[in-house]
């Protein structure tokens, strides 16, 4: 079964930019895996963000934006604010079956 | 736009059968998309249970297939999920969305006896 990789926590600064990273356990990911990126805030329920490697939702924020870099889904987050800080999913399509990685905890600090 | 409720027991024994309902609003369950169970343990990350196309094909996590079963009911506008011989290790936030775009407020399940 395939295993999804993401960083486990982030900092960033207010005004910042971080990339967040998502390996697949069986090779390079690819727009055939379908990344998607999902936000999650304390005791709030889930909100996708990126579809398809680099689609916006239409709530989505331009400072979000995805990608694919050295092999990997990547999430970037530009001017970072201080309502940004949460946990942040990607999200492959493998052989069929949908895999979460296991969460990137962002602070802004 | 398309709003999901999750419906279902909040307890359930161990080694039953846990049952949850997704009711869908303001769009019909027939449309081009793919609907799905998420769940997510106390303190924990997100696990993809399966989904179910308005076909009727289904697909689930290969860890969860032995036990899973996604039906839909185009007349109730609805899909269900049934997860068999439970133990602790299910309870959980259960979630319904649709295509990762919307979601139900989700429903605490929690297996104990």
């Known amino acids: 079964q395939t295993v999804v990789t993401q960083e486990p926590s982030l900092t960033v600064s207010p005004g910042g930019t971080v990339t967040l990273t998502c390996a697949s356990s069986t090779g390079a990911v690819t727009s055939d895996d379908y990344p998607n990126w999902l936000q999650q805030k304390p005791g709030q329920v889930p909100r996708a963000l990126i579809y398809n490697t680099n689609n916006r939702q239409s709530w989505t924020p331009a400072r979000f934006s995805g990608s694919l870099l050295g092999g990997k889904a990547a999430l970037t987050v530009s001017a970072v604010q201080p309502e940004d800080e949460a946990d942040y999913y990607c999200?492959?399509?493998?052989?069929?079956?949908?895999?979460f990685g296991g969460g990137t905890k962002l602070t802004v600090l | 736009q398309v709003q999901l409720q999750e419906s279902g027991p909040g307890l359930v024994r161990p080694s039953g059968t846990l049952s949850l309902t997704c009711g869908v609003s303001?769009?019909?369950?027939?449309?081009?998309?793919?609907w799905s169970w998420v769940r997510q343990p106390p303190g924990k990350g997100l696990e993809w249970i399966g989904h179910i196309y308005r076909s009727g094909s289904t697909n689930s996590n290969p860890s969860l297939k032995s036990r899973v079963t996604i039906s839909i009911d185009k007349s109730e506008n609805q899909f269900s999920l049934d997860l068999r011989s439970v133990t602790a290790a299910d309870t959980a936030v259960y979630y319904c969305?649709?295509?990762?775009?919307?979601w139900g407020q989700g429903t605490l399940v929690t297996v104990s006896s």
């Open positions: 969305a649709r295509n990762w775009g919307a």
């Open positions: 303001g769009g019909s369950i027939t449309t081009e998309n793919w």
């Open positions: 999200l492959l399509l493998s052989g069929g079956a949908w895999v």
